[in-house]
């Protein structure tokens, strides 16, 4: 997943900053590099904090409105509805949906959301091309509460799950 390799490469060379400062801090004796190593430490320990109290108290609910019945070939478009139902803001989420009958590069939607305040709800719209007909269902979602820092993210199913007919196309025969 691109997600897992890029938070890999963020923490591996914010722990080699980190312990080359730490290295640096013991081995002088400026103060300098022993107040980064400390800072650079509280703002990771802080970060951290706060993203795993935002995901303990994530109360999510997504709504979605589409039709339910589309011709094979037809653009669906999808609009859902976040709304963060818990007392405190979210920072730093993206929202991954399942889309089983799009496209194959299209499968997975991906929105990111830089603030969703409690009780607002926000408007995430997206449309593909339904190819082959069958009965498909769109969902569930996936939340990643990302850190300040863009060095840890926690990932929560939300249970959001809707169901789209996909008929043939008909045409007339001369």
């Given at each position: 997943m691109l997600m897992d390799r890029i938070s890999v490469k963020r923490w591996l060379m914010f722990g080699l900053f980190f312990v080359f400062d730490g290295i640096i801090a013991v081995r002088t004796s400026m103060p300098f590099f022993s107040f980064l190593f400390w800072l650079f430490a509280s703002m990771v320990a802080l970060s951290a904090c706060l993203t795993f109290i935002m995901w303990h108290s994530l109360r999510i609910s997504i709504r979605r409105e589409h039709s339910l019945k589309v011709d094979e070939g037809d653009v669906l478009e999808v609009v859902s509805e976040v709304e963060n139902t818990s007392a405190l803001p979210v920072l730093n989420i993206m929202?991954?949906?399942?889309?089983?009958?799009?496209?194959?590069?299209?499968?997975?939607q991906y929105s990111s959301v830089d603030y969703l305040p409690a009780g607002y709800p926000v408007s995430i719209r997206y449309s593909f091309v339904c190819g082959q007909r069958g009965r498909y269902e769109i969902g569930p979602c996936?939340?990643?509460?990302?850190?300040?820092?863009?060095?840890l993210f926690l990932k929560k199913n939300i249970p959001?799950?809707?169901?789209?007919?996909?008929y043939p196309r008909t045409f007339t025969i001369d």
């Open positions: 929202i991954e949906d399942r889309l089983s009958c799009a496209p194959q590069g299209q499968k997975m996936n939340v990643l509460i990302f850190d300040l820092l863009g060095l959001a799950a809707s169901v789209v007919y996909v």
